[in-house]
């Protein structure tokens, strides 16, 4: 790996970004699910037991989002520096969200506590909701764009005083969250739906199944018809210059065809997964719309950064653009991390055998009751 170029390196660690990243949309099933509690669940009861099947995963989806932001950080700094430093006030409130459903797993059934059972819930909800919503609104500021400077010394600054919030007033990056709320509650209904042996929890899980594929549908369509058809950025891989082109995007599809060919089977192995549970009610249909979910997400963050792609346009200075060669790493840092990365098949494996070894038998109300330290 040494003798690896450092375009080589930084595409290598773009995919596994894209990967991770995938990992994490496909996690949020847990937050998908917390929204459907009050849904899904009409006793005290059959809200316990949804509650504790989500339980077993949340620290999942929240290290995945480590990960990712973590991969980011190691692998790609000046876009963290840039992202992260400027749109503070975004990334707070999903820093938020995400703290207060670490506190609501660990006190909403704590005896005495002083705001009792429904107000965590009701901040799970808000996790689940808000917290998915402004993380895909964020995503979509890697397709819109950003209100950046950064100077030759890669220092940066924001332009606006809103600090990202402004990003909400893009139909997109609207449109990009809500798909992903309800992409979420997809999966989360599918996911106690083949968790959870209990008939009316899991009849009501395939209704709203149905509902929100209605309404994830058309948000889709409308986000990926977006991202291939609007206008990109490339830049020049000599002089770094950046300029206008047109479906950029699809371009690079078409520029690789495996990568095309990938996407349009990740969307049928996701509509698939859906059908099988409303239609032949398979309860294991979690794992094709997930692998769907995984290859689909995998491939629209991957061709964001390959082909001389801008991934992060400034709607300042567009040759402030961040790109994967612009803002990595140095050699040598990414190819230690490299090395280190050939470990991660070993720690999916360890995840793999764990959420195995968890759901080897449905979870029932009778198993949860009798546990003392239940969620």
């Not at 969250?177 to 992409?183: A, C, D, E, W």
């Amino acid at each position: 790996m040494e003798t690896f170029s450092l375009y080589t390196l930084q595409t290598y660690w773009w995919l596994l970004v894209s990967i991770i990243g995938a990992l994490f949309v496909f996690m949020t099933f847990v937050q998908g699910g917390q929204t459907l509690l009050h849904k899904l669940g009409k006793t005290e009861e059959e809200r316990d037991l949804i509650i504790n099947s989500l339980g077993r995963k949340w620290e999942l989806t929240f290290t995945a989002l480590v990960m990712f932001g973590g991969a980011l950080f190691a692998a790609f700094p000046l876009f963290y520096a840039v992202s992260f430093g400027g749109a503070y006030y975004v990334w707070m409130a999903i820093l938020f969200c995400f703290i207060i459903q670490a506190v609501s797993y660990e006190y909403r059934k704590k005896p005495n506590n002083l705001f009792g059972e429904r107000f965590y819930e009701r901040m799970l909800f808000i996790n689940g909701s808000l917290g998915i919503f402004l993380i895909g609104a964020a995503l979509g500021t890697l397709y819109r764009g950003g209100n950046f400077v950064v100077n030759q010394m890669h220092l940066s600054h924001w332009t606006t005083t809103t600090y990202g919030l402004e990003a909400l007033l893009d139909p997109f990056n609207v449109a990009f969250g809500l798909m992903l709320v309800f992409l979420s509650r997809m999966q989360g209904a599918l996911y106690l739906y083949n968790n959870i042996a209990h008939e009316a929890i899991a009849q009501r899980a395939l209704k709203h199944l149905k509902y929100d594929t209605l309404l994830f549908l058309p948000l889709f369509l409308y986000v990926a018809g977006s991202m291939l058809f609007q206008t990109g950025y490339s830049y020049d891989p000599q002089t770094h210059l950046v300029t206008a082109e047109s479906m950029k995007l699809l371009h690079n599809l078409m520029a690789y065809p495996l990568l095309a060919i990938v996407l349009v089977a990740g969307v049928l192995l996701l509509l698939i997964g859906v059908a099988l549970a409303l239609f032949r009610n398979n309860n294991r249909a979690i794992w094709l719309s997930g692998t769907g979910t995984v290859m689909v997400v995998t491939i629209l963050l991957l061709i964001l950064g390959i082909n001389h792609t801008v991934y992060y346009p400034s709607l300042v200075d567009l040759q402030s653009s961040l790109t994967i060669e612009n803002s990595s790493g140095s050699h040598y840092t990414l190819y230690v991390m490299s090395i280190v990365s050939l470990l991660v098949p070993v720690v999916l494996g360890y995840i793999f055998a764990l959420w195995r070894s968890m759901d080897k038998t449905k979870l029932t109300m009778q198993e949860v009751q009798s546990d003392p330290h239940h969620y």
